[in-house]
């Protein structure tokens, strides 16, 4: 299973991106796939996660700005980013966690394959 993330960019604050995670060896369709980000000297945050494909759930630092996204057909996953803070700056990395039970999907560390992460800076 491959993951290729791609999008990040340079963005001014109350800006917009978009994410995508394309992957390749395995169908996404039901499974659940996530996007953690991460900064220098910290632990991934969890950002979202869409849940074998049915519910999506989203960290709280995220929510209302954020939106995961799939397109089953392109077998791609998307992060669309708004409003977007400093604090948003991050290397941003998409995941697929296969045996996933619902309680897990904040936790990195359950997570079987992760893309390469791009990174999205925000400031002026």
């Known amino acids: 299973v491959l993951l290729q993330a791609s999008g990040g960019d340079l963005v001014q604050p109350g800006g917009s991106l978009r994410l995508s995670c394309a992957a390749s060896g395995r169908t996404l369709t039901r499974e659940t796939v996530a996007w953690f980000r991460q900064t220098p000297g910290t632990e991934r945050e969890f950002v979202t996660a869409?849940?074998?494909?049915?519910?999506?759930y989203y960290g709280d630092a995220v929510k209302g700005r954020f939106t995961i996204s799939r397109n089953n057909a392109e077998n791609t996953v998307y992060l669309q980013m708004n409003s977007l803070k400093p604090e948003d700056t991050a290397v941003y990395y998409c995941?697929?966690?296969?045996?996933?039970?619902?309680?897990?999907?904040?936790?990195?560390?359950?997570?079987?394959?992760w893309g390469q992460g791009t990174l999205v800076t925000v400031s002026s």
């Open positions: 995941a697929l966690g296969p045996r996933l039970i619902l309680s897990s999907i904040r936790n990195p560390a359950q997570y079987d394959y």
């Open positions: 869409s849940f074998r494909g049915t519910n999506s």
